[in-house]
C-alpha cells in the first residue's frame, strides 16, 4: 500500500498540457484554467466561459443542434438584440436549460452574454451586459 | 390510530386478517396500507372493467412509456407506442463492445470495450425499497445481483489533503467514529448531559459508546487492538512465526475533520443505497430488454413525434422518422405522454396554458458519466477492492469498481467518473477524447496504474444525450405545480421519472406511469 502511495505523490505532480501531449496527434483543449473550483466556473472572459459551458448545447459556432428536440442556435439569432433575454435565460433556466446563475458570477454572465450578442453573426454590440444589469436581474 | 374509509382501526383490520387469512395475506395488507413499505407500489395492477376496444397512444419507450403500454394491453386497451431511438428503454441504457454513440454535435465513439464489459450511462443501481422496478424484474426474469455500494477498502481521496493520498474508507471511518464516541464519552463523564439522559441509560449510552467507538476500558480512542480490529493492521494478523499483528496509527480528530473526508461517509446511510441493493447480470439495459420482448410489438422506432393535437374525442400526434421523411400520423382516445419536459416543451402541441407553463418551467440536471477499459483489475490485484465506490473532491468525484466478475484476468472496466453541476458542465463542453484526457490525469492521482493499464473509454455528458437533453427534470416550484402535472390535459396524461417524488430513478418512472394508468382505466369505465 505504501509503495502505492508514493507513485501517487509522483504522479500527482503531473501538469495537464504534459498529460495531454501524451495523447499524440490529436489536438486537445487547453485545459488550464478548467475544472479549479468543484461548485463553480473560474474561466473569465466571454469566450472561455462560453466554450466551457454553453458551447455544450450550443455547439462551438453558435450553430445549436437538433435531436428529438432543439438546442437553439445563437448564430444569427434576433432574441439577442437586447441583453435582458439572455440574462434572464441564465439566470433562471428554461425547458432542458438549467440556471447557471450558481456557476457563474456577474462578471461572467455579463461577459458571456455581450460575447454571444457579437458573435457568430450576432452584432449587438449596443447597451451591453454589465455586472450591475446582471446583479439587478437576479 | 388511523382510520380506513369504513371507520375500522387499521390495528383491528389488521388482527381480524391475520386471524381469518394468516401471515401472509396480513403482510400483504400491511403493505398497502403503507406501514411495511416505503416505496408506494400498491402491487401488481388488476383492472377490472371493460377497456371497450380503447385506443392509447403512447409517446416514448422508456421505463415510463412501456409499463404504460404492457399494463394497458393487458387490461385490453388497443395500444401504440412512439418512440423517437431505434431501441426501447430510453435512459435505461447500456454501453458495450459493439456500440457507437452519436451525441448531438455529431461526435460519434466508438465502444471497444471487450465482451462482457460495460458502462452503464444513466441508471446502474436499484435499491431494495424499490419494490416496483424489483418486481418487474422477478415478472419478466431481469436476473440481478448485488452492486456493492460500499466497500471499507476503497478510497476517500482529497487533493488538498493527506499530501493528495488517497485514504481507505475504514480507517477515515473507525477513526471519526472512534473520536465522535471519545468525545461524547467525555461529555457523559462530565455528567453534562444529565437533564437529557438519566443515570440508567448513561451507563447504558458509555456501554453502547465504547462498542460503537472501539474505545479501550479507559474510553479512550487510541492506537491499538480495539481501534485496529475496525480499521486494519500496521502489521496484519498472520500465522507460524510472523503471525503477531502491530497495530496501525489513528489519525488524530483534527486531522480527520479538517481532510474534510468525512464529508461521503454517509453515502451508503442513504434510504436508497442501504445494502443490499442490486443491478441486473450484464448491465441495465436486461430490464429495457426484457420490457421490450413483452411490448416491442406495439413499438413504432425511429419516430419522431413533433406535434400533438387534441380534437373532439381524439388526440393526434404527427411523427417524422428519425433519420427524415415524410409525417404520419396516429390517433387514438387517449395519450400517455413519457416524452420528458425538456423535448415536450419544444413539441409543437396544443395543451393548456397552465400545463405548458409547468412544461416550460422544469429544467433538466447536468450529469456526465466516463468509463474507462484497463487491461487488468488493478485496483483488485493490486489493492484489494472488490467493488464499491471511492470518493474524490476531484472534478470526477467517484469511482466505482465493477460489482461482478471478480478476480478475472481480462480487461475491466471502470465507471472513472460520475459528475454533477459545474464538473459535469465542463465535461460537457469537452470532445470525447477531452473528456477522456481529463478524467484519466485525474484518476491517476488516486490509482496511479492508470495511464500504464488504459485500454479505451467512452463518456455519456446527459445535455448532449439528443433523445433526453439533460439528465432528469427539475421542478421550479414542485408544491404549486406538481398536482396540476397529473391532471389530465384534453386527452393526455404525463408520465415518466418527472411526474415522480423519486425524480432520476427507475421506481419513480414506473410508478408515475402505473398511477396514470390506473386513472386513465378509470376514466374510461367510469364514463
Ligand atoms: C446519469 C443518470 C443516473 C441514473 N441513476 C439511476 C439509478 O442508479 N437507479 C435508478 O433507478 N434510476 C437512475 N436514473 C434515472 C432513470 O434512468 C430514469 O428515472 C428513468 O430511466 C426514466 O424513464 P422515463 O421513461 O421516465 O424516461 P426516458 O427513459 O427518458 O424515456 C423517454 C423516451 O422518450 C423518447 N423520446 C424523447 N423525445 C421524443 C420524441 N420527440 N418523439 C418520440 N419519442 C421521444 C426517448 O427516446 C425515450 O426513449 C439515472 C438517470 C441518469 C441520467
Redesign the interface.
Same mark, same amino acid.
Request: with cysteine; glycine share 10%; hydrophobic share 45%.
Given at each position: 500500500?505504501n509503495r *502505492?502511495?508514493m507513485?501517487?505523490?509522483? #504522479?500527482?505532480a503531473?501538469t495537464?498540457p504534459a498529460?495531454?501531449q501524451? =495523447?499524440g496527434e490529436?489536438v486537445? $483543449?487547453d485545459?488550464g484554467g478548467? #475544472?479549479e473550483? %468543484?461548485?463553480? &466556473?473560474t474561466q473569465s472572459g466571454g469566450q472561455q466561459v462560453y466554450? +466551457?459551458?454553453?458551447?455544450?448545447?450550443h455547439?462551438p459556432d453558435g450553430e445549436g443542434?437538433?435531436?428529438?428536440?432543439?438546442?437553439p442556435a445563437l448564430a444569427d439569432n434576433e432574441n439577442l438584440m437586447t441583453a435582458d433575454y439572455p440574462i434572464y435565460l441564465i439566470l433562471q433556466? /428554461?425547458?432542458?436549460?438549467? @440556471? &447557471?446563475g450558481g456557476?457563474l458570477d456577474d462578471t461572467q454572465v455579463a461577459d458571456v452574454v455581450n460575447y454571444i450578442r457579437t458573435s457568430f453573426g450576432n452584432d449587438y454590440a449596443e447597451d451591453p451586459a454589465t455586472p450591475d444589469s446582471v446583479a439587478a436581474a437576479r | 390510530m388511523t382510520f380506513n374509509s369504513q371507520g375500522v382501526s387499521r390495528r383491528s383490520l389488521l388482527s381480524m386478517i391475520g386471524a381469518v387469512a394468516g401471515a401472509g395475506a396480513m403482510y400483504g395488507a400491511m403493505s398497502t396500507m403503507g406501514l411495511a413499505q416505503t416505496s408506494n407500489f400498491a402491487g401488481r395492477l388488476d383492472l377490472q372493467g371493460d377497456a371497450q376496444g380503447t385506443r392509447v397512444l403512447v409517446l416514448g419507450a422508456g421505463l415510463a412509456g412501456m409499463t404504460a403500454a404492457y399494463e394497458l394491453r393487458a387490461a385490453g386497451y388497443q395500444v401504440t407506442v412512439l418512440e423517437?431511438r431505434e431501441k426501447a428503454g430510453g435512459r435505461c441504457w447500456t454501453l458495450r463492445g459493439g456500440d457507437s454513440y452519436t451525441e448531438?454535435?455529431g461526435d460519434t465513439q466508438d465502444v471497444t470495450f471487450a465482451e462482457g464489459n460495460y458502462l452503464n450511462p444513466g441508471p446502474w443501481r436499484i435499491p431494495s425499497d424499490h419494490y416496483a422496478v424489483l418486481d418487474y424484474c422477478k415478472r419478466f426474469g431481469v436476473k440481478l445481483e448485488p452492486f456493492i455500494q460500499v466497500n471499507y477498502n476503497a478510497y476517500l481521496h482529497n487533493?488538498d489533503a493527506f499530501?493528495? /493520498? %488517497?485514504q481507505r474508507f475504514k480507517e477515515i471511518s473507525t477513526d471519526f467514529r472512534g473520536h465522535v464516541a471519545e468525545l461524547l464519552a467525555k461529555v457523559v463523564d462530565q455528567q453534562a448531559l444529565d437533564a437529557d439522559v438519566t443515570e440508567g441509560d448513561a451507563q447504558l449510552l458509555m456501554d453502547a459508546l465504547k462498542r460503537y467507538g472501539a474505545l479501550n476500558d479507559d474510553m479512550a480512542y487510541v492506537t491499538g487492538e480495539e481501534s485496529s480490529a475496525y480499521r486494519g493492521w500496521a502489521v496484519p494478523e498472520g500465522g507460524g512465526t510472523t503471525g503477531k499483528p502491530e497495530p496501525s496509527e489513528v489519525h488524530p480528530l483534527s486531522v480527520i475533520l479538517q481532510s474534510n473526508l468525512w464529508r461521503n461517509l454517509t453515502a451508503g446511510d442513504n434510504l436508497h443505497m442501504q445494502s443490499t441493493i442490486f443491478q441486473p447480470v450484464g448491465g441495465m439495459d436486461q430490464i429495457a430488454q426484457a420490457f421490450e420482448r413483452e411490448v416491442g410489438d406495439l413499438i413504432t422506432f425511429d419516430a419522431?413525434v413533433t406535434r400533438i393535437r387534441h380534437e373532439g374525442d381524439s388526440v393526434t400526434a404527427t411523427w417524422v422518422p !428519425?433519420g427524415g421523411g415524410d409525417e404520419q400520423t396516429e390517433t387514438a382516445d387517449y395519450c400517455i405522454c413519457t416524452?420528458p419536459? !425538456? $423535448?415536450l416543451?419544444? *413539441?409543437d402541441h396544443d395543451f393548456s396554458g397552465r400545463m405548458s407553463g409547468i412544461i416550460? !418551467?422544469?429544467?433538466?440536471?447536468?450529469s456526465f458519466k466516463c468509463g474507462l477499459e484497463f487491461k487488468r483489475r488493478f485496483w483488485e490485484q493490486?489493492?484489494h477492492i472488490y467493488g464499491g465506490i471511492s470518493y474524490t473532491?476531484l %472534478?470526477i468525484s467517484l469511482i466505482s469498481y465493477p460489482s461482478t466478475d471478480y478476480f478475472s484476468d481480462g480487461p475491466g472496466v471502470l465507471l472513472a467518473a460520475y459528475s454533477w453541476? =459545474?464538473?459535469s458542465? /465542463?465535461f460537457? =463542453?469537452? @470532445?470525447p +477524447?477531452?473528456r477522456i484526457?481529463?478524467v484519466?490525469?485525474y484518476g !491517476? /492521482? $488516486?490509482h %496511479?496504474q492508470y495511464?500504464d493499464e488504459f485500454l479505451s473509454g467512452v463518456s455519456v455528458?446527459w445535455?448532449?444525450? @439528443?433523445?433526453? &437533453?439533460?439528465c432528469y427534470g427539475?421542478w421550479a416550484d414542485r408544491e404549486a405545480d406538481y398536482m396540476d402535472a397529473t391532471v389530465m390535459d384534453g386527452r393526455t396524461l404525463m408520465a415518466g421519472e418527472h411526474i415522480s417524488y423519486l425524480p432520476a430513478w427507475m421506481e419513480g418512472a414506473i410508478l408515475s406511469a402505473l398511477d396514470a394508468v390506473e386513472r386513465l382505466h378509470a376514466t374510461v369505465t367510469e364514463a
Open positions: 500500500m *502505492i502511495f507513485l501517487t505523490a509522483a #504522479f500527482a503531473l495537464l498529460a495531454a501524451e =495523447a490529436v486537445m $483543449i485545459r478548467w #475544472f473550483d %468543484p461548485s463553480r &466556473l466554450e +466551457a459551458i454553453c458551447a455544450a448545447c455547439m443542434a437538433v435531436g428529438a428536440g432543439d438546442y433556466g /428554461q425547458k432542458a436549460m438549467p @440556471p &447557471l456557476v | 423517437y448531438l454535435g487533493s499530501d493528495g /493520498q %488517497p419522431k !428519425s416524452i419536459f !425538456s $423535448i416543451g419544444q *413539441i416550460d !418551467s422544469m429544467y433538466y440536471a447536468s493490486d489493492e473532491n %472534478p453541476g =459545474a464538473g458542465y /465542463q460537457n =463542453a469537452l @470532445p +477524447a477531452d484526457e481529463a484519466l490525469d !491517476s /492521482q $488516486i %496511479p495511464r455528458g445535455h448532449k444525450v @439528443p433523445w433526453v &437533453l439533460g427539475i
